[in-house]
């Protein structure tokens, strides 16, 4: 997404391990985010993405590696950490009985800002992600695009460098995901490093720079999303003829150039291990001198989708996963947390989320 990276790692873990008992959530995670760009930590549910986000906004101590956020290690200057950064956390972490603006200025008061500047800067929020109409009603009556809104709003109230987004989109509708990530593309505009999570493959393929992909605690594949779509395999030649009567025709004048095809009668589609570019322009050719009209003739890369399917065997929505602490609401840290202001609050475990939504 951006180009405007600077030397210095805004976010960096090293060797992340976090283990509940003799469980390992999180296995020897490491990854560097650039200042100004955004990474992409994608994974199925109960893969350690929200194990590995709490570690690094000081929510919960790693069981070894080192993690810093804008220079401040998280273990020994949590205070410094959380001065630098803003999480919305996977479940929504606003005050259902409080207004849209009474959230956002309690934040504002929380971090000691100027009562001015906290009332400003509630407005300028509202604004921003368009809850200014909303912003008297109590967040309990939101929709849950609007809380998501507000999630977001509230971890920006102090303007921080760096952001983590704990599946920020999930449970939106599609307009209400394309809002946020215009909303998201602001802020790397305007110089905000985000780290965010997500199971939407596309959402990565949307805002990351760079994408690491993760399972069972692991990191499994990393790179662009390009990258990552070129590692899944070569793309397709797709081939889409006008009239449904060419299509054994259109079959025959490819078999004289290709051994191995998929016929989709109904779809008037044949689908080709793609030869690369340079074939395309024969095959186009040949279909033109056979006299046999084309819709559409192009090669489709994978998706990401076929990139999690072609590392893991299974697809990123796959429910057949152990989730060996689910409703763990015992968090072995829910008491670590101190009154310091901070934007990252108390998240509920979080775990197993099924949101009925499509996955691209
Ligand atoms: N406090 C805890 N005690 C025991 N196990 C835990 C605890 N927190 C998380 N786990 C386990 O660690 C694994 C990773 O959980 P985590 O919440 O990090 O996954 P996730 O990738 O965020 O999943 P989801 O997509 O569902 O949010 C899961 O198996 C989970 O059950
Ligand atoms: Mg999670």
Known sequence: MSTRTTSAPAIEAEH????????????????????????????????????????????????????????HDVVSEPALVRKKMGLTAQSATVDELLTGRENLRLIGDLYGLPKKAVKARADELLEKFSLTEAAIRVAKSYSGGMRRRLDLAASLVAAPPVLFLDEPTTGLDPRSRNELWDVLRGLVRDGTTLLLTTQYLDEADQLADRVIVIDHGRVIAEGTPLQLKDRSGAASLVITVSRPEDVDEA??????????????????????????????????????????????????????????????????????????????????????????????????????????????
Not at 27 to 45: E, H, M, Q
Not at 329 to 354: I, N, Q, V, Y
Request: charged share 25%.
């Open 16 to 71: 992340l391990v976090k283990r509940f008992g003799d469980f390992t959530a999180v296995d020897d995670i490491s990854f560097t985010v650039p200042t100004g760009s955004v990474l992409g930590l994608l994974g199925p549910n109960g893969s350690g993405k929200t194990t590995t986000i709490r570690m690094m906004t000081t929510l919960s101590p790693p069981t070894s590696g080192t993690a810093r956020v804008a220079g």
């Open 251 to 360: 079959a025959r004048v490819l078999t004289t150039r290709i051994a191995d095809f998929h016929v989709d009668r109904d779809a008037r589609r044949l689908t080709a291990p793609s030869e690369g570019v340079s074939a395309l322009a024969g095959i186009a050719a040949a279909f033109t001198e056979a006299g046999i009209e084309l819709d559409d003739i192009g090669l489709q890369r994978p998706s990401l989708d076929d990139v999690f399917l072609s590392l893991t065997g299974r697809k990123a929505e796959d429910p057949r996963l152990e989730s060996a602490g689910e409703g763990a609401a015992d968090r072995e840290d829910a008491g670590t947390r101190t009154a310091e202001p901070e934007t990252a609050r108390s998240e509920t475990a979080g775990l197993g989320t099924t949101d009925q939504e499509h996955r691209v």
